[in-house]
C-alpha cells in the first residue's frame, strides 16, 4: 500500500511539472504571438505538445548509437581493427652476404694512401606503401662468443651509410628504398672496426676491450643490435658474424629479429624473397674488383 501511494505522488509531481512547464510555454506563446515568423515558428515547435515526446525519442536514439556503437571513431576500421596502413607501420631489417648493399667495398684514404675496406651492414626499411620513418637510429649492444660476453653492458651507436653525412645518426626511410646500417668495417690489413661516426677518418670506439681483442680469435660472434624509429616498435636483431680472420671471407648474416611484443621467433633467410632493392643511390658496391691483400 505504501508503495502504491509513492507511485501516485510521483507521478502527481510529474504531471505538475509537466503542466506548469506546459502552461508557461503557453503564455509565452501570447506574448510572442505578434512577433516575426522565425519567433512564431520557435514558440510553435516550444509550446507543441509533441515536443516531450520528440525529445525521449531523439534521447533514447543517442543511447543506443553509443551502447551499440553505430559510430565508430575514424581509427576504427575493418571490425574494430585499426586501418592497415597503420598498423603496419614498422621497420623490416635484412642482412645476408647475398643482399646487395649489406656488403660494401670501399676506399679509405690512410697517410694519402687507398686501403680496401668492406661494410658489412644491415638493410633497414619502412613497411607498406607509402610509409616512412623518421629519426631511424641503430645501436650496438653486445657482442659474444661461445655463450660468453666479449662486450655488454653499453652501446654504441651505429651510422647509416653513408657515416660521413650529417644525417647518418638519425636517418628518415621511406619505402621502398632501403637505408643501411653501419655495423662492422674489415679492412684488407684484416683490421676490424665498429660502424661508428668516423673521428678524423676513423671508426671510434671509446670502450675497453678494443676490437682487436674482442676479435682476436676466429669463429662465430653473436651481435646484438637495436633499430628504433619515430613511431614504431624497437627492432632487437641478433646478428651472427663469421670472423676467418680473412676480410675477404668474413661475413655477417641476420639470425632472427625478435617482435617488440611477443617471445623471439625464428627468421629464416632467403635471399630470393628478402629485401633486395633495385638500385642504391648512396652505397658504392664494387664486386668485380679484388684489391690485393696487403
Known sequence: ?????????????VAYVILDWYGRLQIARDLFQNQGRVVKMIIAILTSQWLPIGLFVAAVAVLAAIRFDLFPSKKKRNNGLIQPALQSRR????CHPSIEGCVAEVLWTINHKPLPVKFFRVAVNAVGEDQSVKNC????????KNGKTKWGGNKAQLTFAQGEEPDALSKIIRHPAPEYLDVLVVTSR????PGTKPITKIRSWPFVPGMDEIFSEPGDYLLTVAITGDG????????EFTWTQNWQTAALTLIFEPSAQSAPQLKTINPEIELQPSQTDKVPLVTEKKPPTQ
Open 190 to 193: 684484416n683490421q676490424i672496426f
Open 1 to 13: 500500500m505504501r508503495r502504491l501511494w509513492l507511485a501516485i505522488s510521483a507521478v502527481w509531481v
Open 137 to 144: 637510429t641503430g645501436f650496438l649492444r653486445r657482442i659474444e
Open 232 to 239: 614504431v616498435p624497437t627492432i632487437t636483431a641478433l646478428l
Open 91 to 94: 621497420l623490416q631489417i635484412a
